[in-house]
């Protein structure tokens, strides 16, 4: 796979890094009991911990949102995936399980506070991945249920454009029961060091395929790669 960070991200976000995951051969279906309850416990603590401080306290919902604004976008109305995951269980709307991929997914972002895409890669167009930032007029029918405009906002891209983002995922990729190769993205907050976030990538990647199976691969890419 080759992947690409476009010139129109690297001069916004300077300090731009993300963990990239390929999973080949793997089986997704409905998740272990193991998962649904440590994703309802963390929920519950996550509940908790939101009476005594602000979403915004968390430091990489903080971080992400200071990657909105250098991007272009106002993180008061366009709310990062992470933050809106913790804005939904502040209000004790706990999200419910949809399958072992998507459940473990949300967990991730939950755990690290950054947002996490996973992908179909057999709905992807082609063998390579672009990351930058959306341009005018740019927009997708997201997973919300609602076309949603993509101008100021990162993006992935594959060779049809636009799929995927750390604000809402397209309707295009979703990785369901059919799925046996996926591609996962996690947004890193940009404070991390390289190494951090190879061996945060490096731990997703064990706890993916310790209950997906299948093999991976990973790489960690920056405004450098």
């Known amino acids: 796979m080759e992947i690409i960070i476009d010139s129109t991200l690297k001069e916004k976000v300077p300090d731009f890094k993300a963990g990239i995951i390929h999973y080949r051969g793997i089986e997704v279906g ?12 963390f929920q519950e603590s996550i509940y908790f911990d939101l009476q005594d401080q602000s979403v915004t306290d968390f430091p990489g919902i903080s971080e992400w949102r200071d990657v909105f604004r250098k991007t272009g976008k106002d993180p008061n109305r366009y709310r990062h995936s992470a933050e809106a995951l913790y804005r939904r269980i502040g209000k004790q709307n706990y999200l419910g399980t949809i399958n072992s991929a998507i459940d473990l997914n949300n967990f991730f972002s939950l755990r ?20 930058r930032v959306g341009g005018p007029g740019e927009s997708y029918k997201g997973m919300n249920g609602r076309d949603n ?41 940009p404070s991390l060091s390289s190494d951090e976030c ?20 990973h790489t960690v890419v920056t405004t450098d790669y």
Request: glycine share 10%; charged share 20%; net charge negative.
């Open 30 to 41: 409905e998740s272990p009991q193991m998962l649904k309850g440590r994703l309802q416990l």
């Open 112 to 131: 690290y506070q950054v947002p996490v895409g996973v992908y179909d890669w057999n709905k992807v167009d082609g063998n390579s991945l672009t990351l």
């Open 149 to 189: 405009s993509l101008e100021g906002l990162i993006i992935a891209c594959d060779g049809s454009g636009p799929f995927g983002s750390p604000f809402v995922d397209s309707a295009r990729a979703p990785v369901d029961e059919t799925t046996t190769e996926a591609v996962q993205i996690i947004y890193m907050r």
């Open 198 to 217: 190879d061996q945060l990538t490096s731990s997703l990647e064990e706890m993916f395929t310790g209950i997906h199976g299948g093999e991976a691969t």
